[in-house]
């Protein structure tokens, strides 16, 4: 088997400073799992565990409807 050297312990960060959950109305933290077009980054790029991953989506999007975030940036 081979280790790629991004595999070698990426902490989840939610799971770090735990929090259980993710909050939709703490924009700062959801802007850092954001690309610059403020696409919701992938599983490897974040380096979130799955569970906080799908909660993240979860809150990404309610800040959108609540318009804290942008959808798309041109
Ligand atoms: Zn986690």
């Given amino acids: 088997m081979k280790y790629r ?6 902490q989840c960060y ?3 400073s735990n929090m259980r959950g993710v909050d ?3 924009v700062l933290t959801l802007k850092r799992f954001l690309d610059p077009q403020f696409k919701i980054m992938p599983k490897k790029r974040s ?3 799955s ?5 993240l989506a979860k ?11 942008p959808f798309i940036v041109r």
């Fill in 59 to 69: 809150a990404v999007k309610r800040a959108r409807i609540i318009v804290s975030l």
């Fill in 47 to 49: 380096g979130l565990c």
């Fill in 24 to 26: 939709y109305k703490d």
């Fill in 5 to 10: 050297s991004e595999n070698i312990k990426k």
């Fill in 14 to 16: 939610f799971c770090t």
């Fill in 51 to 55: 569970l906080h991953q799908r909660k």
